[in-house]
Structure formats: C-alpha cells, structure tokens
C-alpha cells in the first residue's frame, strides 16, 4: 500500500507552539498550485506504479484551499497514479474555516475523511496557543462537519498550562459526547525557536509542566479506555474500523510520496525530503525542477526506523522480522538492550513482539533512542 501527502503550507496566523513549516499568508497560493501540478506530474514514477491507497492533505492549513483547487490536485495525481477504489483521503482543517458552505463543497471533492485541529474547547487555552479559533468554534464545526462526513479525526493538546485535570476531562468527555470516531492527542512540546519558547524565557507565559504532561496522559488513557476507544499508537485513539490508515501506513514501512515545500518521501531504499521555502519551491519547479535532498538508508538506518516506527503502535516490534531483515549483531544488539526496560516494566513481551507498556509510552522517545 502506498500513500500520497500533500504539504500546503499555508496558515492564518502562526500558532504560537508551533514548529511545521508553513507561512502567516497565503499570498503566493495561486503560484503554489501551479508549482505543486508540476511536481506531481514530474514525481508520476515515484511509485512505480504501485496503487495509491491513502492521500493526506496537511499542512499547514489545508482548509484554506477552495474546493476547485483541491479538485484540480486530484484531477492531476489520478492523471499520473493509479488510485484504489477504496481510497481514503484526508484533509486536515481549522474549525474557523469549517462553515455549512465550505463543508458542502468539500463533500463535492474526493475527500471523505476530516481531521479537525481543535486542540481544546476551552477559550483559554486557545488563546495561550494563539489558535485562530474559539471553543464554541470548536463545537460548532464538528457538529457541521458530522452532518457531511462520518469518518471524522479531531487532534487535542494536553499539558498546556492553563488546562487542569477538570477541564481536561470536559474535553474528552465532549470527544464521547460528539461520537468522534478518531482523537490524536499530543502532549505540548515547547519546541526551540518558536513563540512560545520565546515568551516562556521572557516570562510572559507559564511553563509546561513535565507532572501535568504525565497527569494529563494517565487521564487519558484512563477516560479513552473506559469510553472504549483502542490506543493504537501512542498518541492515537479510535474506533473499530477507524484507524488512520495513511499514518498506519507511516508506522508500518509503506512507500509514500511527499509532494509540496518540507514534504519528505520514502520508498524502501531511500528518503527525501524537499527544501523548507516556498518562494524557492516555486521558482525551482516553475524551471522543472524538484528541490529535495536525498538520503540512502543504510542498514543501521532501515533498522533505526523499524524499531521507532513498530514501537510506537499496538502492533509492537518483532524480534524475528528484526533477526530476518537486519542480521544477527542487531538482533542480538536488540535483545541485549531491551532487557533493561522489560525489566522496568516499560516495555512487555509476548513471544517475539516487545510493546510499550502505559508507563513506557511516557518515554518512547527515550526507550527508542537506547535501542538504536
Ligand atoms: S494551524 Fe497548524 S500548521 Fe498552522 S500555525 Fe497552527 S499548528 Fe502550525
């Protein structure tokens, strides 16, 4: 299965934790279009032919795209791929732009699934991440967006400081309520050169706290579980027959094509990734030409992947694909320092499959990095 992602890096106004790359104006999107029908007829064999199973819009904020120009990149990859009859196609999307209007003409495209960008119903929290939304926002869109598509994912941040244990519990509680089939939910990361890296050094805004990270976390699992949601992923929740499949496909070492400014690709041998600047995006392609770097995965590297990518799903990591794939010294090398965190009782073993316990997905980035 293969997967197409589509980078628009376009936004209304920059969220003050944010590090993707997109821009506060979308003053060169007519340029960006043509840019973008460019490189997806340049990158027609990047596949090789294999079908396209999952196509995902992000950004950025895909929802500022019209519905006629989401309709002409669709028109443009089925030219040049060979799409699956069951294709699910994603398109990530601000509640503020989520109206009645907009909701119908998107229902005209080929997208059939929303992934809204809520991040809390609270007002305060919205504005302490600078989000261009409100909380009543936030529940009008997705009651709008549920009238026009069933297969609905919204993202949630936790650990922000203006959020307590109650109000915490409101939002999920409010994810039961609205019958959301699919929660991502991310623990905010302050990350360097952002705004609010920024003002948490001047001592404008508090600073996120590590305890209520973990406090926040265990209530989510707690609350997801008892409202019958699988944990599929560390930061993934759903109902049955809802997984994202484009990020399952991420997790599970498909090919994928990213196409668009910072997009990265991959197809079994080697990653690329395009430069992170749109006006150069759009210059190099405006000449035929895809600005990207590339890196040929070295063995090392194609095992440092598996076990980052396995690790972090339901599905786990197996020991024997590991010991097929990669050899004898990195199976072994595996096995020798993944004791450790079996005996912590962060990770669990089942035959030849090692998963994060709750208390191990706290550290999976840590527990990953000992394992490389
Ligand atoms: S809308 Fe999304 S991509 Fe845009 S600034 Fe906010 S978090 Fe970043």
Redesign the pocket.
């Known amino acids: 299965m293969a997967g197409i992602y589509i980078h628009i890096p376009f936004?209304k106004q920059?969220?003050h934790y944010?590090n993707?790359f997109?821009q506060a104006s979308t003053k060169h999107k007519q340029a960006f279009i043509l840019a973008l029908l460019t490189e997806i007829e340049l990158q027609k064999d990047y596949l090789n032919g294999e079908e396209i199973k999952t196509i995902y819009l992000g950004?950025?904020?895909p929802s500022l795209l019209s519905d006629k120009e989401i309709k002409l990149i669709f028109k443009k990859i089925s030219n040049f791929f060979e799409i699956s009859t069951a294709v699910e196609i994603t398109l990530e999307a601000?509640p503020d732009d989520l109206n009645k209007e907009y909701l119908s003409k998107l229902k005209g495209t080929k997208v059939n699934r929303l992934s809204i960008?809520i991040q809390s119903f609270h007002d305060d929290d919205l504005q302490y991440l600078n989000r261009a939304h409100r909380g009543q926002q936030a529940l009008n869109s997705i009651q709008e967006a549920r009238l026009v598509f069933e297969n609905l994912s919204i993202d949630l941040i936790y650990g922000i400081p203006t959020l307590n244990h109650k109000k915490w519990i409101e939002n999920l509680n409010t994810v039961y309520q609205l019958n959301i089939p699919h929660v991502s939910a991310y623990a905010l990361t302050v990350e360097p050169k952002t705004a609010l890296a920024f003002f948490i050094k001047k001592g404008k805004y508090a600073t996120v706290k590590d305890q209520s990270v973990i406090d926040h976390f265990h209530i989510l699992c707690d609350v997801m579980e008892s409202y019958d949601y699988e944990h599929y992923e560390i930061s993934n929740f759903s109902k049955k027959k809802y997984h994202s499949l484009h990020n399952t496909s991420y997790w599970s070492g498909s090919k994928y094509l990213g196409l668009g400014p910072s997009a990265h690709s991959f197809n079994g041998v080697s990653r690329q990734w395009n430069i992170a600047n749109i006006s150069q995006y759009i210059e190099s392609l405006q000449h035929q030409n895809i600005p990207f770097t590339r890196e040929i995965l070295s063995k090392q590297q194609k095992y440092n992947e598996y076990v980052m990518t396995s690790l972090r799903t339901i599905r786990g990591t197996d020991a024997n694909y590991i010991l097929q794939e990669f050899g004898n010294d990195l199976y072994d090398h595996f096995l020798k320092e993944v004791a450790v965190f079996l005996n912590d009782k962060k990770i669990n073993r089942a035959v030849s499959t090692f998963t994060l316990t709750r208390e191990g997905k706290l550290f999976a980035d840590r527990i990953t990095a000992s394992l490389f």
């Open positions: 936004c920059k969220c944010c993707f997109s950004g950025g904020t601000n960008g």
